[in-house]
């Protein structure tokens, strides 16, 4: 079954716009491309598959861009060629300008890039209204039921989500596939490894090979200290980002903290949330909330893959699996938090969305206790506040998105 990204990435393969699919690595963006790539065949549309991977397919594209066209099988019919790791290209922003410049009604180009580090430094303005940009993060929820083949579960999400009433019977078993999305993330590889054992191997690889090729291919001088921040971060998720703090404890230099966070949160491993004020100047100088956009990566940094009910950081686990499902749904620089100088805190507040909404996670609905939020709910009347528990487990989870 294919991931819910393909049908958008299909339906822009017919647009003038070039299609661009960023990502962590291991995401599958290379089987998205494979699989469109066999629709437009079955089509009778022209296609060519370049992997620059390829070191004689690198070298000949960047002598010159124009050589592309001694691939194309046609010079009538418009083709789409898929370019899988464009991020290898001496200049990708060059190359993609001048093929669509001149070559747009013969050639629609669907490329994919392994991290946004180099998309976001060599894509210039210049690709303006030249290209669309798609993110592929691992599976969400919905996906990780796909790949595993789980349709009547994933069918059952669909009825709740499409309906505000629906009871399913299948509830107790959502839950249970919830825990384990918890445990192991959602790296497609470890969601269709059937294996416990496999999955923590797979994680292992992705976290020392896959992510090593991030830290060496974006110029990182120290790679001890940069595994150990994210040692560190998957520790602290949910919690404030004190870069002075982190530059004491790691004896580094605060800009090369700042930097490493930067290539972090470009190769799709974490994000940092920004606080919520009534005023962008307070929002701009305080400390960000840092959070995993795979939870199995983040276990695997702690070598921790007990159950969420013997494990001593479930409720921080909770939260961060919250925070992907908001990231899913609105995209992770529409979150927010809010905190006071004294320590009132709501985890998560969506200001600018069609509907606002202010959320506390809390793993118990035991430790709901509404009268502490009321300095926010009296400041901000207009965004509705509300807890998101993971007990009891009912549909309403995953009714709203969570």
Known sequence: MRRKLYQDLYNHLSKKEFTILTGARQTGKSTLLRDLEKDCKNQNIPTVFINLENKQLLSDLDANPLNLLAYLSTETKRTVVFIDEIQYLTDPSNFLKLI?????????????????????????DSLAGRKRIFQLLTCDFEDFLMLQGKEELWGEV?????????????IARLKVEWEQFMIYGGYPRVVTEPDLREKKEILKEIRDSFVKRDILESGVKNELVFYQLFKILAEQSGQLVNQNELSNTLRVRSETIQNYLRIMQVCFHVALVKPFFSTIRKELVKMPKIYFLDLGLRNCLLMNFQSITTRMDRGELWENAVFRSLADRYGAEEIRFWRTADGKEVDFVLPDTDEPMALEVKLDEKSNHPSKYQLFTESYPSIPFRFVNLNPWTEEVLRKGF
């Open 158 to 170: 669909l009825k709740i989500k499409n309906s505000t009433t629906f009871k399913s019977i299948q």
């Open 100 to 124: 669509h410049d001149e070559h747009h009604e013969r050639i629609k180009i669907v490329a994919s890039g392994s991290s946004a580090f180099y998309l976001d430094d060599q894509f210039k």
